[in-house]
């Protein structure tokens, strides 16, 4: 069973476009979100994460907005750029001390000049 | 300065052989990891020690070995190698703030290749 379903799978946006990726989980014991920004040829590294307290966190052009009655959270990249093609996963993490991070499945970005 | 690295980069080998591969993280965690990224870019975790010891095992065929001889290292052993283990494998290492979050740190992976 998949804890945490992101869409979509793929994204083409045209610079300066918005970008958007979604994710929904199911385990009501996750309390912290993070998304993941991959390279090509690099590892994942953390982009931005919202604890479940706040509907929204934005850094710089990077928002997160977060819906916890419907468990779902999403990902808006604003006035996207080429730079930002990369692989972005949602991930979510529960509060337990041996509770590991569940991660979505990914999703490549492409933004056309 | 790396925070989690990793050796070899790169790894082409023939089927049958065994190989290593080694991690390090010089940010004083307790938790790593070894993950499993394949051509559809899917991370599927491996492996998780805490303090040494072996606290998440996946379904992984147990040509897979993982060892943590200190906290700060991880390797992976893999035995009898299958065209289907070609994939790109990442370590990483994590911490909990004080509200328990996890933030993870991953290396700059191993990409696999078995002919």
């Known amino acids: 069973q998949q804890q945490v379903k992101q869409s979509p799978q793929s994204l083409i946006v045209q610079k300066g476009g918005i970008s958007i990726i979604n994710c929904a989980y199911e385990?009501?014991?996750?309390?912290?979100f993070p998304w993941y920004q991959q390279f090509p040829g690099k590892g994942p590294a953390l982009l931005i994460a919202i604890r479940p307290d706040v509907s929204e966190k934005k850094e710089g052009r990077f928002t997160i907005s977060f819906n916890k009655s419907a468990k779902q959270f999403s990902l808006h990249i604003m006035d996207s750029q080429p730079g930002d093609s990369a692989t972005y996963f949602c991930a979510a993490t529960p509060n337990t001390n041996a509770g590991k991070s569940t991660f979505g499945d990914g999703t490549t970005l492409t933004v056309k000049p | 300065d790396t925070a989690v690295s990793q050796t070899p980069k790169y790894l082409v080998t023939q089927m049958g052989n065994d190989k290593s591969i080694k991690c390090e993280q010089n940010?004083?965690?307790?938790?790593m990891y070894w993950y499993k990224q394949d051509s559809k870019k899917f991370l599927k975790i491996m492996f998780s020690?805490?303090?040494?010891?072996?606290?998440i095992n996946e379904t992984v065929p147990n040509r897979f070995s993982p060892k943590s001889p200190d906290k700060a290292h991880l390797n992976l052993h893999i035995n009898s190698l299958e065209l289907g283990d070609s994939a790109v494998y990442f370590c990483a290492s994590s911490h909990r703030d004080r509200g328990r979050r996890e933030t993870q740190y991953f290396g700059p992976g191993t990409r696999l290749l078995v002919l």
């Open positions: 020690y805490n303090n040494k010891e072996l606290i």
């Open positions: 385990n009501t014991a996750f309390d912290y």
């Open positions: 940010l004083g965690h307790d938790t």
